[in-house]
């Protein structure tokens, strides 16, 4: 994909800190939306975009005002999105989140601890969520089927590599053909990104000559 403001990207729960639209745009000169369910983070993550120069004319951002909505209510009906991108939340619970931080004590130390600190700093609508990272990427795969030619690429950060085999089943099932996954690691730490799209050949071509134009 190009650099250039040419191209779009939907960031799905967004956060606070939008720490992925401000890379992406001092990196590649991107425009983005960030989408998320929190009034609060939306208004810290655009006065962010307000007080950087160099970012509030490239970010905008829209509210979800359903919970257990993706994309409904955020892409409008004739809108194009080059790529779609999310970090979800990966806990259940926070008894999940606590039980994760206790595994890697043990891991990292061999000390268990009954009532550790949780690892993150995030809030809970960022970190946790009815379901967990299997539901939540689920809920993705399937209402991008309903913006199917609103988006050339959709994607999501995959966690745990227990759900890639339910998120490749899901997929599959929609009969897509263009399914990408991007491995990444640092340390002991392994993650990966999957991305789809429901675009054709003839299709992805009419999509960069019209809109990836250098």
Not at 27 to 42: A, Q
Not at 83 to 101: D, L
Not at 108 to 136: D, M, Q, W, Y
Not at 148 to 176: C, P, R
Request: proline share 4%; glycine share 6%.
């Amino acid at each position: 994909m190009p650099k250039g403001n040419q191209i779009n990207c939907l960031d799905v729960g967004v956060g606070a800190s939008c720490i992925y639209p401000i890379i992406g745009v001092t990196e590649y000169d991107w425009n983005f939306i960030g989408s998320d369910i929190d009034p609060k983070s939306l208004e810290n993550a655009k006065e962010i975009a307000q007080l950087n120069p160099s970012l509030k004319d490239k970010m905008s951002f829209r509210l979800q005002e359903n919970p257990y909505a993706i994309f409904e209510g955020i892409i409008a009906t004739v809108e194009k999105i080059d790529v779609t991108i999310c970090n979800p939340p990966f806990h259940a619970s926070v008894e999940a989140a606590k039980k994760g931080t206790q595994r890697k004590i043990k891991n990292l130390t061999g000390k268990r601890v009954k009532s550790p600190k949780l690892n993150f700093a995030g809030i809970s609508s960022e970190l946790i969520c009815e379901g967990g990272e299997h539901h939540f990427i689920q809920n993705i795969i399937r209402e991008s089927q309903q913006f199917s030619k609103n988006s050339f690429w959709f994607s999501t950060l995959v966690s745990k590599q227990s759900n890639l085999k339910g998120i490749y089943k899901a997929l599959e099932n929609m009969g897509l053909k263009t399914i990408k996954t991007i491995s990444m690691g640092t340390a002991n730490k392994s993650t990966r990104i999957v991305a789809w799209t429901f675009l054709n050949k003839e299709e992805q071509q009419a999509w960069k000559e019209t809109r990836w134009k250098n």
